[in-house]
């Protein structure tokens, strides 16, 4: 059973920055894209950014240019680091793996998630 541990959510003013961290147990990180996801209360879950078992990456135009995701794979972690954060993007942060190397933009094309980290942005 694949696990997903996140963290690194917070109480942060506009304008600061956070660092979200995900750990995915299992050998063969890898071989799957890797997803953020947010929900806000009232809205759907949305893509924040993915990135292929590769190098290619995707942002939502919302965080563009403010967000930067990575991975580690010698250490099965996912990291998003969000700078100039906006009251707007508050809401609880997911990682999700995909269900193939290339994943998606749509919450259907990622098969495994965390539990979730609140992200808190004060105005």
């Known amino acids: 059973q694949v696990q997903l541990v996140e963290s690194g959510g917070g109480l942060v003013q506009a304008g600061g920055s956070l660092r979200l961290s995900c750990v995915v147990s299992g050998r063969t990180f890898s071989r799957y894209a890797m997803g953020w996801f947010r929900q806000a209360p009232g809205n759907q879950r949305e893509l924040v950014a993915a990135?292929?078992?590769?190098?290619?990456?995707n942002y939502a135009d919302s965080v563009k240019g403010r967000f930067t995701i990575s991975r580690d794979n010698a250490k099965n972690t996912v990291y998003l680091q969000m700078n100039s954060l906006k009251p707007e993007d508050t809401a609880v942060y997911y990682c999700?793996?995909?269900?193939?190397?290339?994943?998606?933009?749509?919450?259907?094309?990622?098969?495994?998630w965390g539990q979730g980290t609140q992200v808190t942005v004060s105005s």
């Open positions: 990135i292929t078992g590769g190098v290619s990456i």
């Open positions: 999700a793996r995909g269900r193939t190397y290339y994943g998606g933009n749509h919450p259907n094309e990622y098969d495994y």
